[in-house]
């Protein structure tokens, strides 16, 4: 056997002793993490975090370079209620040299979200910024940008952020910069700047005219003033634009018309309101209060019977009736109104599923429309 042959054969026993000790003593290591790794995906679907946390944490203890196991390990800290300890672990991870820009990224969103937790925002707000120097555009640092100014009621910043949410194709509401402009306009009213609030109020009309809150606090302003006629003027906008909350000017309404020496002109008012918005139920309301104080009981009455469906959750609309019927004498409807009512507030109680809201016929153990299960 010539010396070539020898060395071949010396090297071929190597290579294959090489594959033996890979496959009998490396590939159980793979094969035990990986199973590892799986038990604790397992915890964490299973909604197991004390688990979970356990199993990451060997994890990550056996192998250090695992940034995916340590920013896993920081997260379950959070959500256990424990963010100082979840910012030590994800401040690790950042910390680390040669960081790839996905595990800086991730870094950055975790360290975020647990100062959120601690209600930290300014120190969130840097890791949110630090995530847009990386990656411009990011949707989710842009929205938080937004949520942490919101709560910091920075609303110049808020405005801000909101635009660049929005070019970034965020679908927040469009009401937003203008209720923002309207805090900041409130804060300059509070610190005395009336004139400085008023201006703000205005350019939160320019902003969004189909914002509700501007018209409310310059009627408010306007009514402080003395100047009655704008702030009705300024009040009926707003109650065109939120009915629901609309309701709760009216007195003040009546009390200026009053002050002016129009008290004509409220049911004009109610009746102009009532033409655009005749299912208002609050409108309604307000138009029979106001014939109940001038002693027309029974147009009242028939505002009120007018509402094809009575809404019985609104004591309002209830308390209004029974009072109408009761001083017209109307004995049998009374006890009739108060008999329907009782019916729709059991109804409501008793047979309305308490995780939707939907209300049945008759007794169900199962909701029909979104599946709830009674339990004893």
């Given at each position: ?8 054969i ?6 294959a ?18 199973g590892?790794?799986?038990?604790a ?5 299973a ?20 940034h ?23 401040e690790?991870?950042?910390?680390r ?11 950055h ?9 601690l ?12 995530i847009?120097k ?31 949410e ?10 937003l ?10 804060q ?21 005219n ?47 018309y ?6 004509e ?12 918005q ?18 027309e009981?029974?147009?009242?009455l028939?505002?009120?019977?007018e ?9 309002s ?11 017209l004498?109307?004995?049998d ?10 019916a ?21 153990y ?11």
């Amino acid at each position: 056997m010539d010396l070539i042959t020898v060395l071949i054969i010396i090297l071929i026993a190597a290579i294959a002793g090489l594959l033996l000790r890979y496959f009998f003593f490396f590939q159980p290591k793979k094969i035990g993490a990986r199973g590892a790794e799986i038990k604790a995906l397992n915890h964490i679907l299973a909604g197991e975090k004390k688990q979970a946390l356990q199993q990451l944490s060997e994890i990550a203890r056996n192998d250090t370079s695992n940034h995916g196991a340590f920013l896993q390990v920081g997260d379950l800290y959070r959500q256990l209620g424990n963010a100082e300890q979840a910012i030590i672990v994800h401040e690790d991870v950042l910390n680390r040299q040669g960081l790839g820009q996905d595990v800086l990224l991730m870094a950055h969103e975790r360290l975020a979200k647990d100062y959120e937790a601690l209600k930290r925002y300014p120190q969130a707000a840097l890791h949110a910024e630090a995530i847009l120097k990386i990656k411009k555009k990011d949707l989710w640092a842009l929205q938080a940008q937004h949520r942490y100014a919101v709560k910091q009621a920075k609303w110049v910043d808020a405005i801000k952020a909101f635009q660049k949410e929005h070019a970034a194709g965020g679908k927040a509401d469009p009401l937003l910069p203008a209720i923002y402009k309207t805090q900041e306009a409130l804060q300059q009213k509070m610190a005395g700047n009336k004139s400085e609030a008023i201006s703000l109020l205005k350019q939160a009309i320019k902003l969004n005219n189909k914002c509700a809150a501007p018209y409310y606090h310059l009627g408010k302003i306007r009514q402080e003033e003395g100047n009655f006629k704008h702030a009705i003027d300024f009040f009926t906008s707003f109650i065109e634009l939120d009915p629901m909350a609309g309701s709760i000017v009216f007195s003040e309404i009546e009390k200026m018309y009053f002050e002016l020496g129009q008290f004509e002109q409220v049911e004009q008012f109610y009746q102009r309101l009532h033409q655009k918005q005749p299912e208002n139920l609050e409108i309604v309301i307000g138009l029979a209060n106001y014939f109940e104080r001038k002693g027309e009981y029974r147009d009242a009455l028939s505002l009120l019977e007018e509402i094809k469906e009575p809404d019985y959750t609104n004591l309002s609309f209830i308390l209004g009736q029974l009072s109408m019927l009761d001083k017209l004498g109307h004995k049998d409807l009374l006890k009739k109104t108060i008999d329907a009512f009782i019916a729709s507030d059991r109804q409501k109680r008793i047979l309305s599923c308490p995780d939707c809201g939907n209300i049945s016929d008759e007794p169900q153990y199962i909701c029909d429309k979104c599946g709830w299960v009674k339990h004893a």
